[in-house]
């Protein structure tokens, strides 16, 4: 079974900074898409940033264009997150996906098909 398992959230006062990592291990099947999701309290899930396995197109959500990064090491099978400028919305639990179909380039979360545990990110001072 394919697993996902976030890193990197944590405590950050607005305007810092956080990396978080998404290492992928038990996966034998092409996929699609791989992305960042979150939820913040009393909200639903959301897309938040996603790139192709073929081709690195990317997707981000307007709230966090220019702030946010996503990137992948192939050889670690690790995507990353790179959060700068770090706003108290941002606060959620952020949760890597994965999309095994073309839908999944729409970075929405009812057509990703497998799920991380998430990973805590708080925006506070």
């Known amino acids: 079974q394919l697993q996902l398992v976030e890193s990197g959230g944590g405590l950050v006062q607005p305007g810092g900074s956080l990396r978080l990592s998404c290492a992928v291990s038990?996966?034998?099947?092409?996929?699609?898409?791989i992305g960042w999701f979150r939820q913040a309290p009393g909200k639903e899930r959301e897309g938040v940033s996603c790139i192709r396995t073929s081709g690195g197109s990317t997707y981000y959500a307007d709230s966090v264009k220019g702030r946010f990064t996503i990137s992948r090491d192939n050889a670690k099978n690790t995507v990353y997150l790179q959060m700068n400028s770090l706003k108290p919305e941002d606060t959620a639990v952020y949760y890597c996906?994965?999309?095994?179909?073309?839908?999944?380039?729409?970075?929405?979360?009812?057509?990703?098909?497998?799920w991380g545990k998430g990973t805590l990110v708080t925006v506070s001072s």
């Open positions: 038990g996966f034998t099947l092409n996929y699609y898409s």
């Open positions: 996906a994965v999309g095994a179909t073309l839908l999944a380039r729409l970075c929405r979360p009812n057509d990703m098909d497998y």
